[in-house]
C-alpha cells in the first residue's frame, strides 16, 4: 500500500520561507510522478510544483515560479518543496501526491494522496 505523509508546515511571516517534505512508502520513487498541490478556502485544489521521478523533469505554476523549488532525494524515498518569499496568498492546505509516470496538471489524475497540512503566511 502506498501512503504519502506530509510534514513541514506552519506558520510564516510574509517573506519567510518553510521546506515541506512528503515522505513517501510502500514503493520506491522510481517511474513514479510526486506532486505537491494546495487548497485555499473556497477555492479548488490546485496543482503547486511536481517532479517526475523517471527523467527527472519539474513542472512549476506560474504563482510560484521563481520562488518555489521542488526537489527529491530517493535514498529517503522523499520529495521536498522549499518554498521562500511567501506571501499570504500561499496560505493553503497543502497535499502531496503521486501517480505512475508523468506529471499531470489535473488532480483527478494523482492516485495516492497524503492527508494535508495546513500553511498559513501572516504577520
Known amino acids: 500500500q502506498v501512503q504519502l505523509v506530509e510534514s513541514g508546515g506552519g506558520l510564516v511571516q510574509p517573506g519567510g520561507s518553510l521546506r515541506l517534505s512528503c515522505e513517501v512508502s510502500?514503493?520506491?520513487?522510481?517511474?513514479?510522478?510526486v506532486g505537491w498541490f494546495r487548497q485555499a478556502p473556497g477555492k479548488e485544489r490546485e496543482v503547486v510544483s511536481c517532479i517526475s521521478t523517471n527523467d527527472g523533469s519539474l513542472y512549476y505554476s506560474d504563482s510560484v515560479k521563481g520562488r518555489f523549488t521542488i526537489s527529491r532525494d530517493n535514498a529517503e524515498n522523499t520529495v521536498y518543496l522549499q518554498m521562500s518569499s511567501l506571501e499570504p496568498e500561499d496560505t493553503a492546505v497543502y497535499y502531496c501526491?503521486?501517480?505512475?509516470?508523468?506529471?499531470?496538471?489535473?488532480?483527478?489524475?494523482?492516485?495516492?494522496w497524503g492527508k494535508g497540512m495546513q500553511v498559513t503566511v501572516s504577520s
Open positions: 501526491a503521486s501517480r505512475m509516470g508523468w506529471c499531470q496538471g489535473v488532480t483527478r489524475l494523482y492516485d495516492y
Open positions: 510502500g514503493t520506491t520513487l522510481d517511474y513514479y510522478a
